[in-house]
Nanobody, 128 residues
Framework: QVQLMESGGGSVQAGGSLRLSCAGRGVTGYTYSMYCMGWFRRAPGKEVEGVAAIDNSGRTSYADSVKGRFTISKDNAKMTLYLQMNSLKPEDTAMYYC???????????????????WGQGTQVTVSS
């Protein structure tokens, strides 16, 4: 079982940038490379929503609200998932979680129910 730990959250003004990291451990690098992974967020009073995802082949998916602003990437050698967030908006304020699932067919890469392994989250706050 892979363990995931997010970092890089913080407070930033609108228009600023943050880079989130999600370190994986507990599995081999090869196993890690086979995971499909994603970033999800939850704002107060709202349900978790998918932000970005990347599969084992590097194919990415983004929520419409973050396209052109966020970039997901995965470094298998470092077993780390990243989310580069640019042009941040107040509506991006949320707790951000990384997630993983062992290689499988995924109907919705941004679907929260598709993922089995989750980190504890890192807070992102964007002020106006």
């Amino acid at each position: 079982q892979v363990q995931l730990m997010e970092s890089g959250g913080g407070s930033v003004q609108a228009g600023g940038s943050l880079r989130l990291s999600c370190a994986g451990r507990g599995v081999t690098g090869y196993t890690y490379s086979m995971y499909c992974m994603g970033w999800f967020r939850r704002a107060p009073g709202k349900e978790v929503e998918g932000v970005a995802a990347i599969d084992n082949s590097g194919r990415t998916s983004y929520a419409d609200s973050v396209k052109g602003r966020f970039t997901i990437s995965k470094d298998n050698a470092k077993m780390t998932l990243y989310l580069q967030m640019n042009s941040l908006k107040p509506e991006d304020t949320a707790m951000y979680y990384c997630a993983a699932v062992r290689l499988r067919s995924i109907g919705n890469a941004l679907g929260v129910d598709e993922y089995n392994y989750w980190g504890q989250g890192t807070q992102v706050t964007v002020s106006s």
